[in-house]
């Protein structure tokens, strides 16, 4: 947009408009700038629209809404298809007057300096051409370089790309010698002939015109400033800035040379000194002998001096011839003379001491000139030898057929030379190579057969390992067994077990023999049952035809034959009943089996048969049975319906509740009904160790310690072991019960009623600070601990309250895992072990422990399992003294050891 | 010793000696394929060093006509009069050319430039960036070989060149 911004001004400003230049984009514009610069806009477009309208806004309302009507139908009638009235100008959106404006300028009439005159002359032509030129190139996209044809090849290519070098050309002028100017009309080549490279014609032409414009300038502004102020004219001016930059030139050189006293014997600074010290000849010219800077500067320190002494000399000679003054001047003459000869001799003194400094230089000359003269020997020799390689190389040239076919010869020879001693060398090497290998191959079949040998060590070791682990294990076993033995009573010998088992197989045999026996008896019975019926049945038939005949003529054979008809009846019934009656016995057979179990199972678990042999008990209880018959009658459903009773038939198959009231009768019933005899295992376990166990707390709802998580695990284990068919978990609200659970990796069931018992104030305290805080609680606690309730919590009593439902479901269900904690494990074990009140609070649930309860009749049996992962001791004992006056020793006396 | 010169037809020899001047001054010195048919390389060589010396030492000596007549007597007279007429002619442009070998004095010295303008349109690190470089080659003679040195500068950059240059060109106008 600001690219647009920037050339709608541009253009409004050429239409007239003063924008100024703080105003960056049509955003910034004014209404007073924006109604002007339409109408300046209409203006040029249309004059005849333009011409009534003012390019000021005026102050008055209804003037300004007249101008802005007039200008917005203005623009309509030019064409502009948008939404345009009063309120574009007055009330202007950014966007509508960038549109209106866009629109106006757009309508300007074109730029006339697009297609106007261009630039006329030799310089128009270069940018016209140079023009013409760029634009082809930009109007051309890139090519590859393969790909172009020779129009693209020409623009693109790198064939037209030289460095901008340049080189001196010589330009013909007028003036000098007639001789370069028969040279400019005759031998000089053209100008584009000149440089090395065509290429290089522009850049030096350029350079040449450049330098001669730049002197030509800088001639001009000196003239002019400095030059005419000298008042010479231009040739002598030159000629003394040339002496003055000499000598400022010298002046500067003898300035940074070191002072020497003495001038060399020459007597004028000559270019050809200078050539030879600048390496006249020597193509190149950049570097300069060494040594030569010292040379440089005597001459160019001392040029001076000799002229001087001369002048000198010339006055002393001058000074010389004597006057021929008067007599009376003869005196002073003399005394001149003497004076003059003092001071020739003052002076011839000082030549003298300036001759001896001469030759001291000369010597030094001297020594310095050797020293030249060995370097130009050193020179020449190194020069010499690159002649003679030279004239060597030239004295091969003639004869190069020659020379080359001697030189091929030579190469010849050394190479069949290097054949051949490749050759001989292959000869060696073949052999070397083939020893190298075979060594190679045993190194690496030795290298095998030591590996193998390792792996077989190992191996070996291994077994050793193993046998002796083995030997040990058996060593173990025996001694085992030997202690076995040695415990085994003495007496029984091998040959009872041996005789009873063998009366076993004996039996066994007998058994089989009967059986087989009286299969084949039955069999026997069956058959002769078959071929009775069968005769019946064909005397049935046989009589009945007989009969049927003479039936309808005899009275009597009717009448016997209805009587048939009756005995055919009766004996089927007969048959039917004698049936019925093998099927009762069976019956009944199975029911005292049945009883038999009962008794086996139930009977066997009492305490009256205590230490009895399952037979014995058997006999017995049916012995009871029958005495039970004889005192005892069964309950019948007419006579005694208004009594209170409940039977239960086949151990829970079908319940009859006759007459059942009340509270206990009906609980009774629940408790019942509820009850079954399937055989299954209730596992009890508290959780894993908790941190606050650790501290030895009570309560809180901590999570596990370390051990507490490893006991998890071990539980997990020890449960996958059991392999327990459809093992219910049942675990508390609390976080120690639920992380114990997770470890199983089971479904769980949370109950909130297997929460710890709530200790009230006293939670998450040790004993220690409930006897700080409260011993007169702590010492009633101790008085009765089963009824005792902590202040705002609760006591064993309610616990069991509240667990009654969780023990209605355990006896419910089968195989249960319970989770919870110390006081509630005390409960649910204290009713399956049927313990007292007294002793439930002080029953011993360890942490890390399970116990497996088997329901039994008359009871359970309980199996400690100990899962082998340490855990602090829970269990405080009744202390001795429970007065609420006790000391702390005596109340903390018991507490067990914690952290 | 310019001996060997005789062997070139008359009529080529002003020529021959104008294009050994062109070669003092800086451009082309003739080839050896132009006049292979005339010399031997060896006679090729020869000459074309005594030539060159004997121009160096005719300008840088600054001998006078005799003197110059006098190395050159036992040529024939028509290639004596083409040499003291190339002499005559080109004296000028040589002793330039010697003047400007001797100003290069210093160990480096500038012999050429050049330079182009780019717009650097973006880095690697301004997608944006829009400014002028100046690419300014210098040619730098450096103990007889020409050293390529090609510097890139900004704006800035530039301007510190140009002020130190001018600062240079006001010392040499002082000297003047």
Same mark, same amino acid.
């Given at each position: 947009m600001e690219e647009v911004d920037k050339i709608l001004i541009h253009s409004l400003r050429q239409a007239g408009t003063l924008v100024p230049p703080e105003i960056q984009s049509v955003r910034d514009f004014p209404p007073e700038l924006v109604v002007e610069a339409a109408v300046r806009c209409v203006r040029v477009v249309r004059p005849a629209l333009g011409a009534p309208l003012s390019t000021l806004l005026p102050p008055g309302m209804s003037a300004r809404f007249r101008l802005a009507s007039d200008l917005a139908s203005a623009c309509q009638e030019l064409g502009f298809s948008g939404d345009v009235g009063y309120q574009t100008f007055l009330y202007s959106s950014e966007h509508d007057t960038r549109r209106l404006l866009l629109f106006l300028v757009e309508k300007l009439?074109?730029? %006339? /300096? %697009? !297609?106007g005159a261009e630039p006329p002359g030799k310089s128009g032509t270069l940018l016209r051409a140079i023009s013409a030129c760029i634009r082809d190139q930009l109007g051309t996209p890139w090519v590859p370089p393969r790909c172009r044809t020779p129009r693209f090849q020409r623009l693109q290519g790198v064939g037209h790309l030289h460095p901008f070098s340049t080189c001196p050309l010589i330009l013909p002028h007028t003036g000098g010698s007639p001789e370069l100017q028969e040279y400019f009309r005759g031998a000089a080549p053209p100008v584009p002939a000149? =440089? =090395?490279?065509? /290429?290089?014609a522009p850049p030096a032409l350029l350079e040449t015109h450049t330098a001669q414009l730049s002197t030509h300038h800088n001639w001009e502004t000196e003239w002019g400033s400095i030059g005419l102020a000298s008042r010479l004219p231009p040739q002598e001016y030159v000629g003394r800035k040339r002496l003055q930059a000499r000598l400022r030139a010298l002046e500067s050189l003898r300035q940074a040379c070191p002072p020497r006293p003495y001038g060399p014997p020459e007597g004028s600074l000559d270019p050809a000194w200078l050539q030879g010290a600048f390496g /006249? !000849?020597? %193509?190149?010219? !950049?570097a300069l002998p060494k040594g030569s800077r010292f040379t440089r500067t005597q001459h160019l320190t001392h040029e001076q001096d000799p002229q001087v002494l001369l002048q000198q000399v010339r006055v002393a000679a001058e000074a010389l011839p004597p006057s021929k003054g008067s007599e009376e001047g003869m005196g002073m003459r003399q005394a001149g003379e003497e004076a003059a000869l003092e001071a020739t001799l003052a002076r011839l003194e000082v030549e003298i001491e300036g001759r001896r400094g001469e030759a001291q230089a000369a010597q030094l000359g001297l020594a310095q000139a050797e020293a030249e003269v060995r370097q130009g020997r050193l020179a020449l020799g190194s020069r010499q030898d690159a002649l003679r390689l030279k004239a060597q190389a030239l004295e091969l040239l003639p004869d190069a057929q020659g020379n080359l076919a001697k030189l091929q010869l030579v190469v010849e020879a050394s190479s069949q030379r290097i054949v051949s001693l490749a050759g001989q060398w292959e000869r060696h090497r073949g052999p070397l190579l083939a020893e190298y290998r075979h060594l190679r191959a045993l190194r690496d079949s030795a290298q095998l057969e030591s590996s193998r040998r390792l792996s077989e060590i190992r191996a070996l070791h291994e077994r050793s390992c193993s046998a002796a682990d083995e030997a040990r294990r058996k060593e173990e076993l025996y001694k085992q067994l030997v202690l076995e033995l040695e415990a085994l =009573?003495?007496?029984?010998?091998?040959a009872v077990y041996t005789r009873r088992i063998l009366e076993i197989v004996g039996n066994i045999r007998k058994q089989k023999e009967e059986i087989g026996k009286i299969l084949v008896d039955t069999r026997v019975l069956q058959k002769e049952i078959n071929t009775l019926v069968g005769k019946l049945e064909r005397t049935f038939s046989v009589t009945d035809e007989l009969l049927f005949k003479d039936a309808k003529r005899d009275e009597v054979v009717r009448k016997a034959y209805k009587y048939l008809a009756a005995l055919h009846e009766n004996c089927a019934q007969l048959i039917h009943t004698i049936e019925d009656t093998g099927t009762i016995q069976r019956e009944i057979r199975d029911l005292e089996e049945q009883i038999e179990e009962n008794i086996r199972q139930v009977k066997l678990s009492s305490p009256d048969y205590k230490g009895c042999a399952q037979e014995e008990v058997v006999a017995d209880f049916l012995k009871r049975i029958d005495c039970y018959k004889a005192t005892y009658e069964p309950l019948d459903d007419q006579l005694d319906s208004d009594l209170s009773y409940i039977k239960i038939f086949d151990v829970g198959v079908r319940y009859l509740a006759n007459r059942v009231q009340g509270h206990v009768q009906s609980r009774t019933v629940y408790y019942l009904m509820n009850i079954h005899v399937t055989p299954r295992a209730i596992y009890l376990s508290r959780h894993g160790e908790s941190q606050l166990n650790l501290r030895g707390r009570i309560g809180g709802d901590s999570g596990l310690s370390p051990r507490g998580r490893q006991y998890a695990t071990a539980l997990a284990e020890f449960i996958r072991n059991q392999h327990i068919r459809d093992l219910k978990v049942w675990t508390s609200h609390m976080k120690r019960t639920i992380e114990t659970a997770e470890a199983l990796d089971v479904p769980y069931e949370q109950w909130k009623a297997l929460n710890e018992l709530d200790a009230g104030v006293c939670e998450e305290m040790s004993y220690e600070e409930i006897q700080a805080r409260y011993p007169q609680e702590f010492a009633l606690r101790d008085q009765d601990k089963y009824r005792y309730r902590y202040p705002k919590g609760e006591s064993y009593e309610d616990l069991v309250q509240r667990l009654e439902p969780v023990i209605m479901e355990l006896e419910r269900q089968e195989n249960v895992l319970v989770i919870c904690h110390q006081a509630v494990m005390r409960c649910l074990l204290a009713y399956f072990l049927d313990k007292s009140a007294e002793e439930l609070p002080y029953l011993k649930c360890p942490l890390h422990t399970v116990l497996k309860l088997t329901p039994v009749a008359y009871g359970c049996e309980v199996e400690s399992i100990f899962l082998n992962v340490e855990a602090v001791n829970t269990h405080r004992e009744r202390p001795q003294n429970v007065d609420v006056s006790r000391a702390t020793a005596e109340a903390l006396l018991t507490v067990p050891d914690h952290y | 010793m310019l001996r060997l010169l005789e062997k070139l037809p008359p009529g080529q020899a002003l020529e021959f000696l104008h294009k050994i001047v062109d070669g003092i001054c800086g451009r082309a010195y003739p080839r050896y394929q132009d006049y292979g048919s005339a010399w031997s390389l060896t006679e090729w060589m020869e000459v074309l060093e005594e030539t060159v010396a004997y121009f160096k030492t005719a300008v840088g000596r600054n001998m006078s006509d005799e003197e110059v007549a006098e190395q050159v007597t036992e040529l024939n007279s028509n290639y004596q009069e083409a040499i003291t007429k190339c002499l005559k002619g080109r004296k000028e442009e040589i002793r330039n050319a010697l003047v400007e070998r001797v100003n290069a004095i210093s160990s480096t010295q500038l012999q050429d430039f050049d330079w182009q303008l780019k717009l650097a349109l973006s880095s690697d690190k301004i997608s944006m960036l829009q400014m002028p470089l100046l690419n300014l080659d210098l040619d730098v003679r450096e103990n007889g070989e020409i050293k390529p040195i090609s510097i890139e500068m900004n704006k800035e950059e530039l301007q510190n060149l140009i002020n130190a240059l001018e600062a240079a060109n006001k010392v040499v106008l002082q000297l003047k």
């Open positions: 009439p074109r730029d %006339e /300096a %697009e !297609g000149q =440089p =090395p490279q065509p /290429a290089r /006249a !000849g020597g %193509e190149t010219g !950049g =009573p003495r007496d029984i010998s091998r | -």
